[in-house]
Structure formats: C-alpha cells, structure tokens
C-alpha cells in the first residue's frame, strides 16, 4: 500500500534539511515495488518495536518494516496557485499526496534570511493555506462553470453526478473564498465520496511540523504555542523537530551511535522516527504482520479493512483467492513466548471474510487462486 506525505511550507523554513534527514538510510527500494522513485520522493522505513520483538521470537532469515513515503514539495510562495514559483508543477505533485506535512519556520537564525524578513509562523501558515485554498477554489470554480452542462446530460450517469455535485461545491466555494481549508467544513462520507474525484488539497490531512532550534525541543518557544493555537483551530496536530540536530544525528552511521547521540541530547526517540509515527495515525493507518521463517514483514491497512482487503495489500491473487485467515495478536506471542505455546493455548484462530483485522495481527493468509 503506497502511502505518502507531502512536506509544505515556505522557503528557507527547513524543508529539504528535514527532508533529506528523513532519507538519508533509505529504505531497500526492491521490497517496496509500488513506491515512486524520483528525486524529490523518500521511501522511510516506519520504526515499530513489535516488528523486533516478532523477529525476536521467530528468528527469520530477514525483516522487512513497512515505510512510508516523503515527497518533498518546492515551490510554495505567495502567489503560487497563479503561476508564482515553482506553481502549477508544485500544485501537480501535492494533489497527489494523502497527508500534508507543514514545516513551520520556530527557530531564530541571522543567518538563514526569512523570504518575508521575520519570522512569523502565523504570518507564514495563513500565506500557504491560502495558496492551497485558491489552488481548490480553482478547480471548484472550473467544475461549477461546467456543471450546467452536464446537468443537461442524456447520460443518466454524468447528469446524476453533477446534480449531487452541485450544492456541495457551491457550498465549498464559498467557505474556500474566505479563505477557509475544505477539512474544515461539515461533510458526511457520501458527500466526500461525491468529490472524492477532484483530490482537494484542503481535505488532506495535516500535521504542523514545527522547525525549532534545540533549546525549543524541550520548551515551547512563542513560535511554536502561536502554531499550537491557529492548529486547535484548525483541527490539526503539532509536532516539534529541530532540522539541524536531525541533520546531525542522520549523519552518524550506525544505530549504536544514533542512539547515544539522542541518549546525550535528553531525547528518546528522534523527531524523525515521531514524524513517521505521527504521519501513520494521521492517516488512520494500522499494521499487521506476517511471521515465517523466511520473512518476518510489517504491512500497512487502513483501520476497518476485513481479512481478504488485507490479504490483497500483499498480492491481489490473495484477495481474490482467499480463503481464510489463520491468526493470532503479537501480544499473545510476547506473552507465551513462542508460536507453538501461542497455539497450544488455543491463541489461534480461523477467521473468515468478515473478520475486521486489528492492529498487531500476526496473519498467515490461506488462498486458492
Ligand atoms: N539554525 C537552524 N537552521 C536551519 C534549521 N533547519 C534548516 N536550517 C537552515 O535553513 C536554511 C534553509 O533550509 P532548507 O532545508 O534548504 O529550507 P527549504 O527551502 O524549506 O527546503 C539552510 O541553510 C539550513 O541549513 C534549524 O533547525 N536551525
Ligand atoms: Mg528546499
């Protein structure tokens, strides 16, 4: 399941020092057949302490995490929804993300020149909400001003469409004109169903990411409580990273080191591996696992799938083909110790077609194809 995330914001806030952190041990790109490979798109493994402790208890010849993919987006200046910029490519690549990323410029630094002279974090989210607003109003608009013609339709099909289509998209003109972002206006899932089509860069998920030098880590800066504020408002969640000590820490080589580096810091996890984590949840995503021999591998599904929507995350022969599903929760396997205890105890079971798979599955898939 290739899942992605874009990281916005305005220049010289961070961006591709995070970004390059962020990719700098990247992901073996072979297991991970469905991902875009360009230039500007990083394939991060996602961090998960239950994929260890399987690997752990199972001793398989290799483990495979499931990732994530960044894109780093260029371009976003005032004035980019008309052409400024980098503005109709950056446009291109952001409809295509699932969640957004919005690094927010919170660290003082003489040095780094600010495109608007100071820093202003409130200053610098309306400038980019904005853009994204008009970039959607835009299309909004386009559709509207076809919409009387498809209304006229002999094609029950395409008439039916724009008849439901038509009172949202007004209703969204409207809230976007203000200036407003798509996720914050009151859709039912038929209706977001109904514009799914037109991929609105407003409706996508975002988390503030929040650019801090290391004094900021441990303490809120006035930068950041401004971004926690206009995010509660907003609807959204607010991370804290410091681009420079990522930066650092990325260029160490080896775990050990990374670890003691973050130990020495006073940090427990890096803000990378919460950014990961972070982009996960938001995107209501979950893992299960499948555990062999050969292979111990973490894989995405979004919260609600069943069994054989699951089973077609691996190959959709196993959709189409499936059967059952043997499977029992990692935690049964942490607190018995070994598969073979897991099923002595009567911890595995059979489930069928409408089994709602949970978070931390271990799932061997049966299917006939
Ligand atoms: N002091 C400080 N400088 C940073 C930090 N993150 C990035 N920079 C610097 O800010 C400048 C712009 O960073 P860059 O990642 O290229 O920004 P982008 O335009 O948003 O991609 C570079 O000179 C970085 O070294 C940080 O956390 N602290
Ligand atoms: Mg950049």
């Known amino acids: 399941m290739a899942v992605n995330c874009g990281i916005v914001g305005l220049p010289n806030v961070g961006k591709s020092t995070i970004f390059q952190a962020l990719t700098s041990a990247p992901a ?89 002279g100071k820093v202003d974090p409130a200053d610098d989210i309306t400038t980019i909400n904005f853009e994204l607003a008009l970039a959607d109003l835009e299309v909004v608009e386009k559709r509207l001003s076809n919409l009387p013609k498809a209304l006229k339709s002999q094609n029950k099909d395409v008439s039916g469409r724009a008849k439901v289509q038509l009172p949202i998209l007004e209703k969204m003109k409207e809230h976007l004109e203000a200036g407003n972002a798509a996720r914050t206006m009151e859709l039912s899932e038929d209706d977001l169903d109904v514009i799914k089509e037109f991929n609105f860069i407003t ?12 004094d900021g880590l441990s303490e809120d800066n006035e930068h950041v409580k401004e971004v926690k504020k206009i995010a509660e408002a907003d609807g959204s969640k607010v991370i804290k990273i410091c681009g420079k000590l990522e930066s650092e820490i ?21 803000g990378l591996q919460i950014l990961t984590k972070e982009a996960y949840d938001l995107l209501g995503l979950q893992t299960y696992f499948t555990a062999g021999e050969k292979e111990v591998r973490a894989w995405t599904f979004k919260s609600g799938y069943k069994a054989p929507q699951a089973a077609g995350i691996i190959h959709t022969d196993f959709e189409r083909g499936f059967i059952k599903a043997e499977i029992y929760h990692c935690e049964d396997l942490f607190s018995l110790g070994t598969e073979q205890k897991v099923k002595e105890a009567g911890k595995l079971r059979i489930e069928g077609k409408e089994y709602v798979v949970k978070d931390g599955d271990i799932i061997h898939f049966r299917f006939n194809v």
């Open 28 to 116: 073996e790109a072979a297991n991970y057949p469905f991902c875009t490979i360009e230039p500007n798109v990083g394939i991060v493994t996602v961090s998960d302490d239950r994929l260890d402790e399987i690997t752990k208890r199972i001793t398989p010849q290799k483990t495979i995490p499931t990732i994530i993919e960044f894109v780093d987006i260029a371009g976003l200046v005032k004035g980019a929804s008309k052409g400024e910029g980098l503005g109709n490519q950056f446009l291109g690549h952001i409809r295509q993300v699932n969640a957004i990323a919005h690094v927010v410029r919170c660290f003082e630094d003489t040095e780094v020149v600010h495109v608007n």
């Open 203 to 214: 409706l996508k998920p975002v988390l503030y990411l929040c650019n801090v030098d290391e």
């Open 250 to 270: 990325s260029a160490l080589e080896t775990d050990e080191e990374k670890a003691e580096f973050l130990e020495a810091a006073g940090l427990e996890k890096s």
